[in-house]
């Protein structure tokens, strides 16, 4: 795997981003578009509450695909004509690119609860068509929301020896909590691969990645992952038997490296998100081992990265670090035999160990806790589960952002 300018798009796909006036200033219309009809994939919100946008997508997504639409600065969630406004900008793409409106998918962003100003979408549809183009950037900027940078990546690897290029765009810094989907990301790629296969490798890649982020516990009405594969780039498919997927991935070596260059992607774009977060200005990565059960481990490390207190402390580099065992305390765990570290790049201190806490080097915690990207491990020394989940400090920035928005 070879990574490679973050606007590098796959063969056959065009990209382009206008703004068209929902916002009053940045780029707010983006279109993927796929010369050859493309196999599509995607994960949802679990919200029950969610957008026009996402119920369309489950409607199309049976199909072959060739565009998506996608519009920032209005979620079109919870209005009465949502879904038919969803509908009519499908419609509108399909007659300026000559395809059929079921194989177009959409998505929206931002306020919820405000019909689309669908008078200037389609104004802007025409000029969005005309400067579609072999670059992502564009795009990338007009699904940006409270997002202060593009989150984008592109990589090349061979397949059956053929080049095969994955492009993969996000937005996402609020509204980010652990559980599917997360924020808008979408990955497009050129390689001929089964549909139940593609389904497969992107359920893998966002479980190790989009489901393991929180910023604010939060979880938004619109949250998609949309995954297009058009097979341009001419390899032998990646064929899925009535046992593959049941199969190891790694007794395929061209769809182990597929694998492992979607879940590359999908890390690197969560970690950009959770490194936008609104206001942040650290990383913290939560590691929780040793429990008894899954769930435990979940429930801790959900617990400790959703803290308000925790994410202030870090943000003020606090050495008030009691915080830390007390939301583990108020999971519901025993912390008889808890350990617990903070971990930066170079130095690891031990706080606490089985119900008690040690006495540590102030100069060392002042160093770990000073650093962009902090880790907090805890040790249960129950049993053989752990669960990893990455957050970031809170910061008054936070609150501005969405007293604003």
Same mark, same amino acid.
């Given at each position: 795997?070879?990574?490679?300018?973050?606007?590098?798009?796959?063969?056959?796909?065009?990209?382009?981003?206008?703004?068209?006036?929902?916002?009053?200033?940045?780029?707010?219309?983006? +279109?993927?578009?796929?010369?050859?009809?493309?196999?599509?994939?995607?994960?949802?919100?679990?919200?029950?509450?969610?957008?026009?946008?996402?119920?369309?997508?489950?409607?199309?997504?049976?199909?072959?695909?060739?565009? $998506?639409?996608?519009?920032?600065?209005?979620?079109?969630?919870?209005?009465?004509?949502?879904?038919?406004?969803?509908?009519?900008?499908?419609?509108?793409?399909?007659?300026?690119?000559?395809?059929?409106?079921?194989?177009?998918?959409?998505?929206?962003?931002?306020?919820?609860?405000?019909?689309?100003?669908?008078?200037?979408?389609?104004?802007?549809?025409?000029?969005?068509?005309?400067?579609?183009?072999?670059?992502?950037?564009?795009?990338?900027?007009?699904?940006?929301?409270?997002?202060? =940078?593009?989150?984008?990546?592109? =990589?090349?690897?061979?397949? /059956?020896?053929?080049?095969? $290029?994955?492009?993969?765009?996000?937005?996402?810094?609020?509204?980010?909590?652990?559980?599917?989907?997360?924020?808008?990301?979408? +990955?497009?790629?050129?390689?001929?691969?089964?549909?139940?296969?593609?389904?497969?490798?992107?359920?893998?890649?966002?479980?190790?990645?989009?489901?393991?982020?929180?910023?604010?516990?939060?979880?938004?009405?619109?949250?998609?992952?949309?995954?297009?594969?058009?097979?341009?780039?001419?390899?032998?498919?990646?064929?899925?038997?009535?046992?593959?997927?049941? $199969?190891?991935?790694?007794?395929?070596?061209?769809?182990?490296?597929?694998?492992?260059?979607?879940?590359?992607?999908?890390?690197?774009?969560?970690?950009?998100? %959770?490194?936008?977060?609104?206001?942040?200005?650290?990383?913290?990565?939560?590691? $929780?081992?040793?429990?008894?059960?899954?769930?435990?481990?979940?429930?801790?490390?959900?617990?400790?990265?959703?803290?308000?207190?925790?994410?202030?402390?870090?943000?003020?580099?606090?050495?008030?670090?009691?915080?830390?065992?007390?939301?583990?305390?108020?999971?519901?765990?025993?912390?008889?035999?808890?350990?617990?570290?903070? %971990?930066?790049?170079?130095?690891?201190?031990?706080?606490?160990?089985?119900?008690?806490?040690?006495?540590?080097?102030?100069?060392?915690?002042?160093?770990?806790?000073?650093?962009?990207?902090?880790?907090?491990? =805890?040790?249960?020394?129950?049993?053989?589960?752990?669960?990893?989940?990455? /957050?970031?400090? +809170?910061?008054?920035?936070?609150?501005?952002?969405?007293?604003?928005?």
């Amino acid at each position: 795997m070879k990574i490679i300018s973050k606007n590098t798009v796959p063969q056959g796909f065009k990209f382009g981003g206008i703004h068209c006036g929902i916002k009053k200033k940045r780029k707010d219309l983006g +279109l993927i578009y796929s010369e050859t009809p493309a196999l599509a994939t995607g994960l949802f919100t679990v919200n029950k509450m969610q957008a026009a946008p996402i119920k369309l997508c489950k409607r199309n997504i049976k199909n072959k695909i060739q565009a $998506v639409i996608a519009n920032s600065g209005n979620a079109n969630c919870a209005v009465r004509n949502g879904f038919k406004d969803a509908l009519l900008l499908t419609d509108l793409i399909a007659q300026e690119l000559k395809i059929k409106r079921g194989d177009i998918l959409s998505a929206s962003t931002g306020i919820i609860g405000v019909p689309l100003p669908m008078d200037k979408i389609k104004k802007g549809i025409p000029f969005l068509i005309k400067q579609l183009k072999e670059d992502s950037d564009d795009f990338a900027q007009a699904i940006l929301t409270t997002d202060k =940078v593009c989150k984008q990546i592109a =990589v090349e690897l061979n397949i /059956t020896g053929r080049k095969v $290029v994955i492009n993969g765009i996000a937005k996402g810094s609020g509204m980010i909590s652990p559980n599917m989907a997360t924020m808008l990301c979408f +990955l497009a790629t050129d390689i001929d691969i089964d549909k139940r296969l593609l389904m497969s490798c992107l359920k893998e890649a966002v479980q190790n990645s989009f489901n393991q982020i929180t910023v604010d516990g939060e979880m938004s009405t619109n949250d998609t992952v949309l995954c297009l594969a058009n097979g341009e780039a001419g390899n032998k498919r990646l064929q899925a038997t009535s046992y593959k997927l049941q $199969v190891k991935k790694t007794e395929n070596k061209d769809l182990e490296k597929f694998q492992e260059a979607l879940n590359y992607i999908a890390l690197y774009l969560a970690k950009e998100i %959770v490194k936008d977060g609104e206001g942040a200005t650290k990383i913290i990565e939560v590691e $929780v081992k040793g429990a008894k059960k899954k769930i435990d481990a979940e429930k801790i490390a959900c617990h400790i990265a959703n803290s308000n207190l925790i994410k202030t402390m870090f943000y003020g580099e606090s050495t008030n670090y009691g915080r830390i065992a007390a939301a583990v305390g108020s999971s519901g765990v025993d912390l008889n035999l808890t350990d617990i570290y903070l %971990v930066s790049d170079k130095n690891r201190v031990k706080i606490f160990e089985k119900g008690y806490f040690l006495s540590a080097d102030e100069k060392v915690l002042k160093k770990i806790l000073g650093k962009k990207e902090i880790k907090i491990v =805890v040790d249960l020394k129950k049993g053989d589960f752990s669960k990893r989940i990455l /957050t970031c400090d +809170l910061s008054e920035e936070y609150v501005r952002i969405n007293a604003e928005y």
